[in-house]
């Protein structure tokens, strides 16, 4: 089971998941998720996410805190901090920000709880 946002479709304000979340829409606030965050081609976030593991696909613009690995497809584009235990970057993506990572315990997003 799994939260998807379809293409055509936005959301303005902090989404929280139990479950994966599929992105091909545009997210404009925070996403917390439990489970695994796909941005698809078409989607984009302005904000920032916390998750477990992400595929990025399409375009953040802002923060990823991701206490597993992360995905960065040829077609995606990251601008902002990134801080995750496994990066991977295929060919022809892009990446303009700061990464930290390898850290066992990856530290958890201020204010997305609340």
Do not use: W, Y
């Not at 597993?68 to 077609?75: A, K, M, T």
């Not at 995750?84 to 990464?99: D, Q, R």
């Amino acid at each position: 089971m799994f939260n998807a946002l379809t293409a055509g479709s936005k959301i303005v304000g902090n989404v929280v998941a139990d479950s994966d979340f599929r992105i091909d829409g545009l997210i404009e606030g925070d996403l917390q998720c439990t489970g695994k965050v796909v941005i698809g081609e078409a989607g984009r976030i302005k904000g920032t996410i916390a998750c477990q593991n992400a595929e990025i696909l399409g375009l953040l613009e802002g923060k990823i805190v991701c206490s597993q690995q992360l995905s960065l497809r040829s077609s995606g584009k990251i601008q902002g901090d990134v801080q995750t235990k496994t990066l991977i970057v295929e060919p022809g993506a892009v990446f303009n920000g700061t990464c930290s990572m390898g850290s066992d315990k990856v530290a958890p997003v201020k204010g997305l709880n609340s």
